[in-house]
């Protein structure tokens, strides 16, 4: 455990936001699995309602240090053809 205040100080901070992150990480989680449900039952407004809110955790993500950018990219692209694949294979 430190001993000076600035490093104290650094380790709650660090603390605060790994908790951030989880939850963040947790919701994206969350997120996708739900949007794959939605693309199960085929109607395709429902699907892109809930991609873009994927995308738009992610993106929040990647906008902080909680996901590198092209983790975010590849989270994003991944499940663009998973979707994709979903909706062909119901039609």
Do not use: C, W
């Amino acid at each position: 455990m430190p001993n000076i205040k600035s490093a104290k100080k650094r380790v709650e901070i660090g603390e605060r936001n790994r908790k951030v992150n989880i939850e963040l990480k947790s919701k994206v989680r969350t997120l996708i699995k739900s949007s794959l449900r939605t693309a199960e039952t085929g109607n395709e407004e429902a699907v892109i309602a809930t991609l873009a809110q994927v995308f738009k955790a992610i993106d929040k993500g990647a906008k902080g240090s909680t996901y590198h950018k092209n983790k975010a990219a590849r989270l994003k692209s991944r499940l663009s053809k998973k979707v994709k694949a979903i909706l062909e294979s119901a039609k």
